[in-house]
């Protein structure tokens, strides 16, 4: 491992309109080096690096590849100078074959103008075995799944010619498996010699990954530190500025009624497969129950079954003793289940309408909001003021778009929202995804609280670690069915296993 | 990600002072007045251009089409309308109205997030029933027969827009391609029963492919202008009201917080109890009562009878698209999209010289400008990016 940085930005300063999103930011990585780039949402973590991949200019600073200073106008530029950025969001071609997009813009040819498929999937065939990234090239990107498609956009980096690779959030979009094969490629990229600039807010990967962890906060950059000695308590500081609770602070739960009641239910997805396959369980006034499982095991389609936005196949589902046919989002709302749901942007919220108008979106109807149909603007307002308040969600007003506000105070809206209907039963699905560590901190002690109030909890999370720091009871979900049950003492290992369908046979 | 957000305080330089929220949401406001201006002006710059190739001063013609609607009246004003000028403001004013209420039922469909088509249609609807209504219960006292008839053309509209509605809500057939076809069946339905041998035919000369026209108790009264030509009615301050009822309608009842939400996310909407296939077929349906409106004040308040011929040459109902995609599908907005195109409809189409404007052209130009205004909103993203290169050069110039 060469000591001398391969890549230093120096000083790097970019201002965009009312905010200075990188302040004077020096950063550098070296050869065989992952170098993790922490920070909350909205630290400057983005803007720093699409600096460095030519997508913005920075105002102020340099940026010095192997001592020599240059600039980058296009990513053009930087990729012909070895730099590779696999972004958040892909940006691949869904009809075409993965050889396709990986040689995309550097097509090799055959008589100079027809393109040599042959070669470019025999090319790519040997660079997924060096580093090994299996992936078939010939496969269409549409038909292979997230995890491939990120390993797609990886070799067309490597393909490139990239020395230094940014990946930025990698794992957002992983299931945990996923993840575990993304850091071996990581791990023989590195081998290689190449470096990597991995981007994340999450303490427990850097910490697993990283060699070294610079960590940006508003803009400005808080510290360097070597992987060792680093803790995910002294990260989570720097990043936020001050302590930060990560363990979840809870008595040991007093369950009361069975205020949730799912009775062998069967659910089919939208394309008419069978994903919820005889479920039953119960969740008591005063507990949160949470469900464990790799994503795509029927965790989705048991949401919305219970909160009445999909047609149940079979079996019941009762809140408080009373049991629902015929359920609809409606008729669930009204007997009073809360609804976090997993995907704010495209469910949770009208990102057009104001906060004072997502915060009415179940009561809109119901006096004081309306009456006999006339709506009532500033009595939204009011009490979007009211909950704004309560809920402390920062960066608007009640008339603010909530499409304006961060990911975590979305989630603040959201939460505000449900909460508020004061309801019996709260299904909080993925409830801390995409969110900072102060958001989450706040969003579990919240959690908390409302079981002390004594609702009723079910927890629906693909982060093992959040449902295993919540939950008083975990149930283990595979492949539509319940394959463990477990008190808050159980091991990550054992329900891991579980989750992966190991220990089905010896429930059944 | 790292995009700038609200909560990332460090202020450059000066301070900032509404906050960058304010500041997103003053922009949004400005663009929605703005982006329309642009429109528009290059629209008719680009309509100059091909009067100009046609050796003309396109100055003059736009002068002339300008006095030609009758807009010269606010110079002087007068309520006789003896004089050109009065007498073009009322013409224009009656293509308003019509302009007013095609435009609203694209906009209204538009905020339950659906494209309505289907205006010329409702509209074709609409006035057949006026006319049938006006004509055959002639004999009723003259407020309940107005009132009668225009109900009648108002529930016809709304029922064959909510065709499409349903169709959508059903089966999810698209709302686009339902409505062209209902405007084709409501074309042909109109040639038969205007044409020979049809049920709406005029009964004292049977030769004729011409309605019969309505009875004098279902006339809408004029308020302005004569009745024997064509003078202003009070189907103009229905229209009026209908501006302000969709307005209504969308901010100030639970209806319209629903139609909005389905407009904007039907996910989040049906996550919030809102039934999204219900709103789809109601908001076609209200959309359809506003053109059904316009046929039927239109029967009601001028044309009195409607024959074969003038069929394949109404096209107001198009004309509201352009109208609500101008007025970016608000009330306001509707209103001067619906007096420019009411000015142009009436203005490119009388009195022009043949040495200020080529005639063929002048018929035509409100239909370029029409079809350069539906294209340009489609591409309000660049005219956007055109403004805020303006803004970010002048903030250089400044700081510099």
Redesign the interface.
Known sequence: MADAPVLELQGITK???????N?RVDFDVRAGEVHALL?E????????MNILYGLYKADEGEIRLKGKPVSFVSARDAIEVGIGMVH?HFMLIPVMTVAENIVLGNEPTRDTIFLDERGAEARVAELSTQYGLAVDPGALVREITVGQQQRVEILKALYRGAEILIL??PTAVLTPQEATELFAIIQSLKADGKSIIFISHKLGEVLEIADRITV?R??KKIETVPREGATDASLARAMVGREVLLRVDKSLAVPGDVLLRVDSLRVRDDRGIEKVRGLSFEVRAGEIVGIAGVDGNGQTELIDAI?G?RRIEAGTVSVAGEAIDHA???SM?DIGVG?I?EDRQ????????SIA?NI???D??AAPS?KW???F?SRLIERGATLIEEFDV???GPT??AG???GG?QQKVVVAREIARDPKVLIAAQPTRGLDVGAIEYLHRRLVDERARGRAILLISLELEEIMSLSDRILVVYEGEIVGEHGPDVTEEEIGLEMLGGSRKAVA | ????????????GKP?PP???A???LRHRAGGVIVPLLTALIAFLIGGVVVAATGHNPLLAYRDIFNGAGLNWIFHPTTSTVDAAPYNLTQTLLQTTTLILTGLAVAFAFRCGMFNIGGQGQYFVGLYIANWVGHDLAGMETFPHVVLAITAATLGGAVWAGIAGFLKAAVGAHEVISTIMLNWIAIWVGTYLFGDGGLLQNTANPALPISNNVADSAKLPVFWGDKDLQGLHIGFFIALAALVIFWILL????????V??VG??P???????I?VKKNLVRAMAISGAFAGLAGGIDMLGYLYRYGVSDIPVSSVGFLGIAVALLGRNTAVGTLFGALLFGGLLFGTTHGLQSNVIDPQLAGNLTYMIQGLIVLFVGADVIILTIWNSRRKLRRRAGSA
Do not use: C
């Open positions: 201002a965009f309109p009312g905010i200075v999103a302040d920070g949402n909205g630290a400057g973590k983005s803007t720093l958040q930025d959030e940006l508003r803009g909160t936005l609809t989002a409606r709302l609804h749901p495209r469910r949770g919220l009208v990102l057009e309408f108008e009415a979106l179940h809109y109807a309306a149909g006339w709506l603007p920062r960066g608007g603010t778009r304006g506000l961060s105070n | 990600m790292s995009a700038p957000s609200p909560t990332t305080p460090p202020v450059v900032a906050g960058l929220a500041r997103l949401a901010n100030r009842t639970t209806l319209g917080y629903e909005r939400a904007f996310n996910d989040a909407a049906a996550y919030g109890g039934s």
